[in-house]
């Protein structure tokens, strides 16, 4: 450190003084020496003290001198060792022999722990070569291969004291030591915290070039400053073509100011806004991104620039977009699926509220599409539901929807009517539309449709899916009535059908309950008085009701494939009987209803083949089957082939309640049946009706003639038996034989009557 000292005496001052202390030592020798030599000896002394002050003057020159050289060797020294940067010299050897104060700091270790040692020890194993490389350069001669002209410079890590390794860039110089070795002279400055920056930058630099999304940098005025790769990948826009441009240049159009103007405020507010956006490509193709921008501002809040991140997410946009129209849309005729439906039928409801007008909801199903799809294959049907969706379609309005929501059922949406009837000529057109013939390949199909159809409003409160419960029941009103028309939904009638279907629930719960019972009523030859047979009679025993007769439930289930578990169920309830009966000693054989229904199921014979297999004890010669409904047999080729077939088994037919069909005569023709069931309704008045009795005879002549048996139904009276006896039928049912019993008191009835209760005996 320089040291302050006191300001030097000026030349001037110190002779003065000098000057003065002799005067006054002349005066004080004058008076010593006497006057001649005193003067001379005066006059030497006075030289003598010249020479002395010149002299002392050297002297202090001198001191002064070496005081400049000190301070100033004293001021190299500070600077030496304060400078900013590291010095140091290191010999031909690699040994450091020189350091400054900043060199030691900045390894963190004393001057006397780096003098001595190789300059290697403080360098990164990483970087040897480069010390090599440096000392090299440097050190060979001028002119020799890896010389360097200008001081090197280099960039290498260093190690610390205490092994920390920093970054440090040497500028490399030679000199000569006073042996004239050369020696190296190098500048070490830390760099970092450059490096560290320049890293940093090439880290921005490259997410910048090799980010996935695209990056736009504008001016706080907006216009372009630069953009990435990414950017001139997903806008088809060079660098050169935006910069300097503005963002606007990208407008898709499909956004209006006010998304734009939400935009800047979200921005400036919140130095953000980030959403998705539709943007238009160079190639003029509109693509969605999903875009970030942020206002980058400097240390004082100064806006700097914007940058803008995004991503062109057409491609996911489309898939959502195919996701939805899957969820919405049916894949093969692509009308709107059952969801789209509820919401469309939704919106009509609340628009139609709104407006106070009428939403029609039509329910159509195709007639006959099982036959095409049974008899052309699927691959056709499908041609032609794909046909007639799009003919109906076309038969609707703008703004009405059409929808498929089954197999061949389909739903059609009218909005904004005046009133219901409005929607008559639009049903027509439907109908037409699903009549018209199609051409699928080379064969020609046709269908029609059956259609329901409800409105809103109406009188009660009524929720959408209602609507759609109406008009499905509306449609099999239409099938119902003969197809290729339309229905319209009756309120009224809607709450019989209601009733229907609990009752319908009732009988198939007290099924699975096993709350029906079989009670039998014998047949007997009055004649002989031989018992030939008892007839199965069906009864509810309801936990509430007591015990129901058929009347009560079996009409509600004539229609619905109830009746044919239910007829099943009594085929093999009879059939334990039987068996119950043969155990208990007695033979007889029972007499089963069908209805008309059963007996046409297509798979009926198998049926019964495995009812019957199911009791192998019973012979199928014990069963006999009363037809029912005769009327309702519609396919009298096929019922035929039915008995036909049972009775290849050895099971008997009847037609019940004979005589109340009107065409009674052509069954009699056609279905070979061995028994006929006279009505009760000619029975009971026999005796009283001349007509009936007439009936009667016809009915007994034409069995005769046709070679069938012939029983009476319903004879109540001693009267009304002995009068059948005289008309030629021996064999009879009804109260006055016995009534309808339980199948176990059965053994004991026959016995009783065996025993002489016969009255006609
Ligand atoms: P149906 O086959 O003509 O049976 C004769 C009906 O007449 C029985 O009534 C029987 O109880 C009744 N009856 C018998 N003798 C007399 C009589 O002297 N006077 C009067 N007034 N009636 C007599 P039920 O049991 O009420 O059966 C009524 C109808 O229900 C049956 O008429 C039959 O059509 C049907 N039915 C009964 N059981 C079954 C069954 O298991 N399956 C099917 N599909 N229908 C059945
Ligand atoms: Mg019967
Ligand atoms: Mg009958």
């Not at 020189?98 to 990164?124: E, Y």
């Not at 192998?616 to 036909?644: R, Y």
Request: hydrophobic share 40%.
């Amino acid at each position: 450190m320089i040291t302050p000292k006191p300001p030097p005496e000026t030349d001037a001052t110190l002779r003065q003084r000098a000057e003065a202390q002799w005067r006054k030592r002349i005066e004080n020798s004058a008076d010593a020496f006497g006057d001649l030599t005193l003067r001379d000896t005066n006059l030497l002394m006075h030289e003598l003290h010249v020479h002395q002050i010149e002299l002392e003057m050297q002297n202090e020159e001198l001191r002064r001198a070496k005081t400049e050289a000190d301070d100033a060797k004293a001021r190299y020294q500070d600077l030496y060792d304060l400078a900013p940067v590291g010095y140091c010299t290191v010999n031909a050897d690699g040994v450091i022999s020189q350091a400054n104060l900043t060199l030691t700091t900045l390894l963190g270790v004393t001057h006397k722990a780096l003098i001595g040692k190789p300059l290697a020890r403080f360098v990164c194993r990483e970087d040897q070569d480069t010390v090599y490389r440096v000392r090299q350069q440097v050190l060979s001669p001028p002119g020799a291969p890896g010389h360097a002209g200008a001081p090197p410079t280099c960039e290498l890590r260093m190690v610390r004291g205490d092994g920390a390794s920093f970054w440090a860039q040497w500028t490399a110089s030679t000199k000569r030591d006073a042996q004239g070795a050369p020696e190296l002279r190098l500048v070490v400055v830390e760099i970092s915290a450059r490096k560290a920056a320049e890293a940093e930058t090439l880290l921005a630099a490259s997410v910048f070039k090799h980010a996935r999304e695209g990056i736009m940098i504008t001016r706080p005025d907006g216009t372009i400053m630069d953009v990435n790769d990414t950017f001139t990948r997903i806008t088809g826009y060079t660098r050169d073509e935006v910069v300097g441009q503005s963002p606007r240049m990208l407008n898709s159009g499909r956004h209006g100011p006010d998304f734009y103007v939400a935009m800047w405020q979200s921005l400036k507010t919140e130095g953000y806004w980030s959403g998705e956006i539709w943007n238009r490509r160079k190639s003029g193709e509109v693509f969605a991104e999903i875009q970030t921008i942020s206002a980058v501002r400097d240390a004082q809040g100064q806006l700097q620039h914007y940058v803008a991140l995004f991503s062109d997410i057409t491609a996911q946009k489309e898939h959502q977009r195919q996701l939805e129209h899957i969820a919405h849309f049916d894949a093969l005729t692509n009308l709107p699926n059952r969801v789209l439906l509820a919401d469309r039928l939704h919106q009509a409801v609340a628009q139609a509220t709104r407006r106070g007008d009428t939403v029609a909801v039509a329910y159509l199903d195709l007639d006959g599409f099982k036959s095409v799809n049974d008899h052309y294959g699927h691959d056709v049907g499908d041609q032609l539901l794909i046909a007639l969706a799009s003919n109906m379609k076309d038969a609707l309005r703008e703004g009405d929807t059409m929808a498929r929501i089954g197999g061949d059922e389909f739903v059609a949406v009218f909005t904004d009517l005046t009133h219901p009837q409005a929607s008559l000529p639009l049903l027509t057109r439907l109908l037409e539309a699903a009549a018209q013939p199609v051409l699928v390949g080379d064969i020609q199909v046709q269908v029609s449709a059956s259609l329901g159809v409800t409105f809103y409003p109406q009188a009660q409160e009524i929720e959408a899916d209602q609507l759609l419960r109406q008009a499905d029941q509306a449609m099999y009103q239409a099938k119902m009535a003969g197809r290729n028309r339309y229905h319209v939904f009756d309120a009224l009638q809607d709450t019989d059908l209601r009733v229907h279907h609990e009752d319908l629930h009732h009988i198939e719960r007290a099924l699975a309950r096993h709350e029906f019972v079989l009670h039998f009523q014998p047949k007997v030859n009055m004649r002989t008085g031989q018992v030939i047979g008892a007839e199965a009679l069906i009864r509810w025993q309801h936990p509430e009701k007591g015990l129901l007769a058929p009347a009560t439930f079996l009409p509600v289930i004539e229609e619905h494939p109830l009746a044919v578990a239910i007829g099943e169920w009594v085929i093999d309830m009879a059939l334990q009987q039987i068996e119950r009966w043969r155990e208990a000693g007695l033979d007889l054989g029972v007499s089963v209803n069908i209805g008309a229904r059963q007996l046409q199921q297509g798979d009926f014979v198998e049926r019964l083949k495995t009812i019957l297999a199911a009791h192998p004890k019973v012979v199928p010669s014990c069963l006999e089957l009363e037809i029912l409904e005769t009327s309702a047999v519609k396919d009298m080729a096929q019922v035929s082939s039915v008995i036909d077939a049972c009775q290849q088994m050895g099971i008997a037919f009847a037609l019940d309640d004979f005589g109340t069909g009107y065409s009674s005569l052509t069954y009699l023709k056609r279905l070979h049946v061995a028994m006929l069931k006279i009505d009760q309704s000619f029975v009971r008045d026999m005796l009283q009706d001349a007509d009936d009795r007439s009936i009667l005879q016809g009915v007994i002549g034409l069995a005769s003639a046709f070679k069938r048996g012939v029983i009476a139904e319903g004879v109540e009276t001693i009267a009304h038996g002995t009068a059948l006896l005289e008309l030629g039928c021996d064999l009879a049912q009804g109260y006055c034989i016995a009534r309808p019993m339980p199948g176990d008191a059965m053994p004991d009835w026959v016995e009783t009557w065996a025993g002489g209760s016969n009255p006609f005996g």
